[in-house]
């Protein structure tokens, strides 16, 4: 029988086969090229599906939603003086906190010390916006699931205000329209407002309760009244929970250390007394300038009531806590004694050990004379008193926290650039 199979002695060749000057690509090695282009598309959507599913694909992020047991709070100038130690005792408190600020008062430092107390999910996240951009204030809003505002943001110093009170009225009031704007858009509905004593000006009677008529001598204090204003006007036609806390001096800082104060080095001179007492204390500036030696009191100073900024932030929190829809809190944040600017010196000549040199000069502008609270309001309806009250003490505790940081939280990024 004839066998017409041949038996092939090489393999058929994988190249491709020219004939009258024409490539013709081999049928085979086309098909397995094909084929591995849609194996790779395969294994893609795979991916993509799989991906899909996975819990941690689909889920938002923690702050874009309201979580039952967990109170959202954005801190404006939340990377400031008072606003870091109120971001602090709100995640201690287990509080879900967001940080809003342009650090052009605050320290990003600041807002990294919290970030590595607090690393886990949900707890804390930073913000770098301006309150006085619209656009950028009500993108956040509809990207954040917020149960309550405390509103520190402001340019806070009553000498810059006299020499630059637009600034004041832009920063302080018309941010202040944004935030109230984003909130009524959005569906917040506590607000806790940090206010000033500032609001009242130089009243005729001591101590300041909460009906001391209100009428301010600077720009710092208007453009708080203003705010304070806009607030309540607003009120009346929603069910928003509104605090208003207007607070006196502050000092102090974290009994921990964590935190502290540092302002910028080119506001020193408008600063609070306790800056400049420690700025002398370190030899960054070669004495303490007294501004004010004939006002009507017992030395010839002015006299403030000085509040710790622990007692502060407690304040703001018990305040939080009691806040009720449709009602408004108003109240006096203070230690209810007043000081004078003399013996304020003396307790930080005691707390740094250094004999500070001062130096007596005229009136500062927009400055009053005494100014202290009455806290019964507070006392009474927040169950709040002030618990650090021995002014060296409070003195002590920011001392080591400023001799432990030179240069403050370091120098600051420039951002947004």
């Known amino acids: 029988?004839?066998?017409?199979?041949?038996?092939?002695?090489?393999?058929?060749?994988?190249?491709?086969?020219?004939?009258?000057?024409?490539?013709?690509?081999?049928?085979?090695?086309k098909s397995n090229f094909v084929g591995k282009i849609l194996l790779a598309a395969a294994l893609t959507a795979l991916c993509i599906l799989m991906l899909k599913q996975s819990p941690s694909f689909n889920s938002p992020s923690p702050f874009s939603h309201h979580e039952s047991g967990v109170t959202h709070v954005l801190v404006t100038g939340g990377a400031g003086y008072i606003g870091s130690h109120a971001a602090l005792r709100l995640l201690k408190d287990s509080y879900r906190v967001t940080i809003v600020d342009n650090l052009s008062r605050g320290n990003l430092g600041a807002v990294k010390i919290l970030q590595e107390l607090f690393p886990g999910p949900g707890r804390?996240?930073?913000?770098?916006?301006?309150?006085?951009?619209?656009?950028?204030?009500?993108?956040?809003?509809?990207?954040?699931?917020?149960?309550?505002?405390?509103?520190?943001?402001?340019v806070a110093y009553v000498g810059e205000s006299?020499?630059?009170?637009?600034?004041?009225?832009?920063?302080?009031?018309?941010?202040?329209?944004?935030?109230?704007?984003?909130?009524?858009?959005?569906?917040?509905?506590?607000?806790?407002?940090?206010?000033?004593?500032?609001?009242?000006?130089?009243?005729?009677?001591?101590?300041?309760?909460?009906?001391?008529?209100?009428l301010p001598i600077n720009p710092y204090g208007k453009a708080k009244k203003m705010a304070e204003d806009i607030i309540l006007d607003f009120h009346k036609n929603v069910d928003m929970a509104v605090m208003?806390?207007?607070?006196?001096?502050?000092?102090?800082?974290?009994?921990?250390?964590?935190?502290?104060?540092?302002?910028?080095?080119?506001?020193?001179?408008?600063?609070?007394?306790?800056?400049?007492?420690?700025?002398?204390?370190?030899?960054?500036?070669?004495?303490?300038?007294?501004?004010?030696?004939?006002?009507?009191?017992?030395?010839?100073?002015?006299?403030?009531?000085?509040?710790?900024?622990?007692?502060?932030?407690?304040?703001?929190?018990?305040?939080?806590?009691?806040?009720?829809?449709?009602?408004?809190?108003?109240?006096?944040?203070?230690?209810?004694?007043?000081?004078?600017?003399?013996?304020?010196?003396?307790?930080?000549?005691?707390?740094?050990?250094v004999n500070i040199k001062v130096e007596f000069l005229p009136r500062r502008p927009g400055d009053y004379a005494e100014v202290f609270s009455n806290p019964t309001k507070i006392r009474d309806e927040l169950n709040w008193t002030a618990q650090y009250t021995n002014l060296q003490e409070s003195l002590q505790i920011a001392w080591r926290w400023q001799k432990s940081h030179s240069n403050g939280y370091g120098t600051p990024p420039v951002m947004g650039s």
Do not use: W
């Open 124 to 154: 804390l996240q930073f913000i770098y916006a301006d309150l006085g951009d619209a656009n950028a204030v009500n993108k956040i809003f509809s990207e954040n699931a917020f149960d309550a505002v405390m509103h520190f943001a402001a």
């Open 162 to 214: 006299t020499l630059d009170p637009l600034k004041y009225y832009h920063n302080i009031t018309s941010n202040t329209l944004v935030v109230l704007e984003a909130m009524a858009a959005h569906g917040v509905k506590t607000l806790i407002y940090s206010s000033t004593c500032a609001t009242y000006g130089e009243p005729e009677k001591m101590p300041i309760t909460e009906g001391t008529p209100q």
């Open 1 to 29: 029988m004839l066998n017409f199979s041949r038996t092939r002695t090489q393999p058929r060749s994988t190249r491709s086969l020219s004939l009258g000057g024409m490539d013709y690509a081999d049928p085979k090695k």
């Open 244 to 353: 208003i806390l207007r607070y006196f001096n502050v000092i102090g800082s974290d009994p921990e250390g964590r935190l502290g104060e540092a302002p910028r080095p080119e506001l020193r001179e408008h600063g609070r007394i306790s800056g400049a007492c420690f700025d002398a204390a370190r030899g960054i500036i070669p004495g303490l300038k007294v501004r004010g030696t004939d006002y009507k009191t017992a030395d010839g100073t002015c006299i403030r009531d000085y509040i710790d900024v622990t007692d502060l932030v407690d304040s703001h929190v018990k305040a939080l806590e009691k806040a009720e829809p449709r009602k408004v809190g108003i109240y006096n944040v203070g230690t209810g004694r007043g000081r004078s600017v003399k013996e304020f010196v003396e307790a930080c000549k005691k707390a740094t050990g």
